[in-house]
């Protein structure tokens, strides 16, 4: 297949969840990991048409929903000194810290920019010498590389008024995680395809064998997704946990490895505070100590991010696929995409928006 659209060919739909419907004889706990196939599954119908047979749980795969009320609150400060500029993705200034959100502190006056791209806020940097620019870099291995390549090009440039302020997580520790956790019910995973674009997809060999439970790479168009979930309903099935590539179109085993040149340069890996999850070993990245000159906790003297949960939030059982968004006394009253308690329920990716904005009565798609 050549395009998108024979991706979402409703025949070629029906003939492959009629196949998966007959390869089931159990309801196997199956969770994909990233908000873009959670968005995907509920927006084509497929989780609705396949609920009586599988029971499809959401992960931890939304960075927005991750990244430490404690690091949006250092940027919105940092917005707030004399000549400092916070340069932001547009997601994350909805997201509620614990003293607001960005969207909020930029309407009292502090100085936040959306840009498109890192290299936006170097170029901002660039134009505005007098200006201390600070990228606040959220995100998963496929932003990683991007903001490394900001730095480099920043020191290259001499530029010393630029700086990131990093939240970066990676997604194998936090699948570590779910499956440490006492309360997991998961039995499968569909890896997220475009992290593994990036990682590859050789380091999931020891997690399989470490938690006996099937991996599958898998894209977020509707035949990626039921092949994928094909592929570990046949794993389960056969008593085989397997690790498996149903996304060969973007990912090979070893993925990109100047992007993973690129991320091992700039960052180190440490424990990390999750939002909703405390803290995760070797679940995120900081700025290497030879790059500190471009670290805004090093430049402007912030305390590192801790761990806090957000009150009456029931992100953490939904992110280990313990509840389903709907199970949260909040959802849909108190915390609505307008109104949101959680950032669940406020970034794109978010499992408690895809839920609260497909309704379980979508059609499938045709
Ligand atoms: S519905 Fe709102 S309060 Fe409940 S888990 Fe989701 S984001 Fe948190």
Same mark, same amino acid.
């Given at each position: ?23 089931? &004889? ?8 990233? #908000? ?8 084509? #119908? ?6 009586? +047979? ?61 840009? !498109? ?25 496929? &932003? ?21 302020? +990093? ?25 997220? #395809?475009?992290?593994? %674009?990036? %990682? ?65 340069? +700039? !960052? ?29 906790? +090093? ?36 915390? &609505? ?18 839920? !609260?904005? !497909? ?8």
């Amino acid at each position: 297949m050549k395009f998108m659209d024979e991706y979402r060919q409703p025949a070629l739909i029906q003939r492959n969840l009629a196949e998966l419907r007959q390869a089931i &004889t159990r309801r196997w706990v199956i969770m994909d990991v990233c #908000g873009g196939q959670t968005h995907s599954l509920l927006r084509h #119908g497929l989780e609705a048409a396949l609920e009586d +047979v599988l029971e499809l749980v959401h992960g931890p795969g939304c960075p927005v929903c991750v990244t430490p009320a404690e690091a949006i609150d250092a940027a919105a400060e940092l917005a707030r000194r004399p000549n400092v500029i916070v340069a932001s993705f547009g997601d994350m200034l909805r997201v509620p810290g614990q003293r607001g959100s960005l969207l909020q502190a930029r309407a009292e006056g502090a100085k936040i920019r959306i840009v !498109y791209s890192p290299m936006d806020a170097v170029e901002l940097a660039a134009s505005q010498p007098d200006q201390q620019v600070v990228f606040f870099g959220v995100g998963f291995e496929t &932003t990683v590389p991007a903001t490394a390549l900001a730095l480099l090009h920043a020191r290259q440039r001499g530029l010393t008024n630029f700086s990131l302020l +990093v939240s970066h997580v990676r997604v194998e520790p936090a699948m570590r995680a779910v499956m440490q956790s006492a309360e997991t019910r998961v039995q499968g995973f569909l890896a997220a #395809g475009h992290v593994c %674009t990036v %990682t590859g997809y050789e380091n999931y060999h020891s997690f399989v064998a470490e938690f006996s439970v099937p991996v599958v790479v898998t894209g977020f168009e509707p035949l990626d997704l039921i092949n994928g979930l094909f592929e570990c309903v046949q794993s389960l099935e056969q008593g085989q946990p397997r690790l498996s590539n149903q996304y060969e179109r973007s990912v090979s085993p070893t993925g990109n490895l100047h992007a993973q040149r690129l991320m091992e340069q +700039v !960052y180190e890996i440490v424990d990390t505070p999750w939002r909703g999850f405390g803290r995760i070993a070797g679940g995120g990245l900081a700025i290497r100590p030879e790059f500190c000159e471009f670290d805004a906790r +090093v430049r402007f003297q912030l305390a590192d991010a801790v761990c806090s949960s957000d009150v009456d939030c029931r992100s953490k059982e939904v992110m280990l696929g313990v509840i389903k968004p709907p199970e949260c006394p909040l959802f849909g009253n108190q915390c &609505t995409p307008e109104t949101p308690v959680g950032a669940p329920m406020v970034s794109s990716e978010g499992a408690c928006s895809a839920y !609260y904005r !497909y309704s379980r009565s979508n059609e499938l798609t045709s």
